[in-house]
């Protein structure tokens, strides 16, 4: 058996070696290493790939969200709602554009925010919204926040960092990808995710004509017209190189989430009976969830025990997230009590996630369940 990996790029790499060569060499041969032809490809492949009418590619998905607040004209002050349980990318932006992070609880079957604390904490001032589409699922409660946003006149930036190729259905009927339900939605090709570069890269999906025009400002310090400087921007490029990258494993991104689904499901089965386990929750016929992390819950069982019982037999976890972000030194603030967050602070002491990539053997999800089995019953 192959060594098990949390995430296996050079596995997926060599099964696509020969494409992403010759892709680089192309590159090399224009040297157009910036805004050239192969990050204008990638960029409309991808927005036929999502359905949306506007994809810009930045430099990362911390700049994408950045840029998307920068985008929507925010100003000082404006609240901005968003998990308490997540990567701390989602609150830093709010926080670096001096805009007020209010962290709020989340769902305990999908980890994403809870509509009903959304609700609870629209002031006046608030602005927005971003809900994070974590761990890969389609953050369940979408419908009602959209339904909550228009009412009350707030934009709804979804991050989609971990969510790409994911499915969100209406109650009609409808579906659409995540990431163009809101006003604008932003993603990260961080190499570890679904859809990875080879270094860093990100983009913003919009279907707004005028806010697309906007953000392709932004990205470009602000310039539409050489030294012509017509907003504050920043500069959020994504090279050719990463373009020319992602333009190749775009074509297999379906592929690669089915696989990640695939082995999803045998985690589930082998996993769902055990009394102490809850796997992860998932809507319907599971487009709505494309596995970025297969986070599970244990019950009444001392979780860093396990970590380190399975590390003893070379099987590497992870925990996202240890620490929620309210109790993070950078974004603690009084008006927040640990009672307003008894969901998060629940799921940062049982989650904990398996190895899940492409590559992923049933031989070793069976050494996987079999030894993470054997260590919550120890």
């Given at each position: 058996m192959e060594p098990i990996r949390m995430v296996d790029l050079k596995g997926q790499y060599e099964k696509i070696d020969n494409q992403v060569q010759k892709a680089l060499q192309e590159v090399l041969q224009s040297t157009a290493f910036i805004n050239g032809p192969a990050v204008q490809r990638f960029q409309h492949h991808l927005e036929n790939y999502l359905d949306v009418k506007h994809v810009i590619p930045c430099a990362n998905g911390t700049d994408a969200l950045q840029v998307a607040l920068m985008g929507l004209g925010l100003q000082p002050g404006d609240e901005v709602i968003t998990a308490d349980?997540?990567?701390?990318?989602?609150a830093e932006v709010i926080a670096l554009l001096?805009?007020?992070?209010?962290?709020?609880?989340i769902d305990?079957?999908?980890f994403n925010i809870a509509v009903d604390a959304v609700a609870r904490a629209i002031t006046p001032k608030t602005k927005a919204i971003i809900?994070?589409?974590l761990f890969g699922q389609a953050a369940a409660p979408m419908e009602a926040l959209l339904q909550l946003a228009e009412e009350h006149k707030i934009f709804v930036v979804e991050d989609n960092a971990q969510g790409i190729g994911a499915t969100y259905t209406f109650s009609d009927g409808r579906k659409q990808k995540t990431g163009t339900l809101g006003h604008v939605g932003t993603t990260s090709f961080f190499p570890s995710k679904n859809l990875g570069a080879y270094g860093d890269g990100g983009a913003l999906f919009t279907n707004d004509d005028d806010l697309a025009h906007t953000l392709r400002g932004i990205v470009n310090h602000g310039m539409y017209q050489?030294?012509?400087h017509d907003v504050v921007g920043v500069n959020s490029r994504l090279d050719a190189m990463q373009a020319a990258i992602l333009d190749v494993k775009l074509s297999y991104l379906d592929s690669?989430?089915?696989a990640r689904k695939a082995a999803a499901l045998q985690y589930n089965a082998r996993l769902s009976g055990h009394q102490k386990i809850i796997t992860p929750f998932r809507e319907g016929d599971c487009?709505?969830?494309?596995?970025?992390?297969?986070t599970l819950r244990l019950l009444d069982t001392d979780r860093d025990a396990v970590v380190k019982k399975m590390g003893e037999k070379n099987i590497p976890t992870g925990v996202y997230y240890p620490i929620p972000l309210h109790a993070q030194k950078a974004y603690k603030d009084p008006r927040y009590r640990p009672e307003d967050f008894p969901v998060t602070l629940q799921m940062t002491k049982e989650v904990i996630s398996l190895p899940m990539h492409t590559e992923l053997s049933t031989a070793q999800i069976d050494y996987i369940?079999?030894?993470?089995?054997?260590a919550i019953n120890s």
């Amino acid at each position: 058996m192959e060594p098990i990996r949390m995430v296996d790029l050079k596995g997926q790499y060599e099964k696509i070696d020969n494409q992403v060569q010759k892709a680089l060499q192309e590159v090399l041969q224009s040297t157009a290493f910036i805004n050239g032809p192969a990050v204008q490809r990638f960029q409309h492949h991808l927005e036929n790939y999502l359905d949306v009418k506007h994809v810009i590619p930045c430099a990362n998905g911390t700049d994408a969200l950045q840029v998307a607040l920068m985008g929507l004209g925010l100003q000082p002050g404006d609240e901005v709602i968003t998990a308490d349980f997540t990567f701390a990318a989602t609150a830093e932006v709010i926080a670096l554009l001096g805009l007020t992070p209010v962290l709020v609880d989340i769902d305990p079957k999908t980890f994403n925010i809870a509509v009903d604390a959304v609700a609870r904490a629209i002031t006046p001032k608030t602005k927005a919204i971003i809900p994070v589409h974590l761990f890969g699922q389609a953050a369940a409660p979408m419908e009602a926040l959209l339904q909550l946003a228009e009412e009350h006149k707030i934009f709804v930036v979804e991050d989609n960092a971990q969510g790409i190729g994911a499915t969100y259905t209406f109650s009609d009927g409808r579906k659409q990808k995540t990431g163009t339900l809101g006003h604008v939605g932003t993603t990260s090709f961080f190499p570890s995710k679904n859809l990875g570069a080879y270094g860093d890269g990100g983009a913003l999906f919009t279907n707004d004509d005028d806010l697309a025009h906007t953000l392709r400002g932004i990205v470009n310090h602000g310039m539409y017209q050489r030294y012509h400087h017509d907003v504050v921007g920043v500069n959020s490029r994504l090279d050719a190189m990463q373009a020319a990258i992602l333009d190749v494993k775009l074509s297999y991104l379906d592929s690669y989430n089915e696989a990640r689904k695939a082995a999803a499901l045998q985690y589930n089965a082998r996993l769902s009976g055990h009394q102490k386990i809850i796997t992860p929750f998932r809507e319907g016929d599971c487009d709505s969830h494309v596995y970025h992390q297969y986070t599970l819950r244990l019950l009444d069982t001392d979780r860093d025990a396990v970590v380190k019982k399975m590390g003893e037999k070379n099987i590497p976890t992870g925990v996202y997230y240890p620490i929620p972000l309210h109790a993070q030194k950078a974004y603690k603030d009084p008006r927040y009590r640990p009672e307003d967050f008894p969901v998060t602070l629940q799921m940062t002491k049982e989650v904990i996630s398996l190895p899940m990539h492409t590559e992923l053997s049933t031989a070793q999800i069976d050494y996987i369940c079999t030894h993470l089995m054997d260590a919550i019953n120890s």
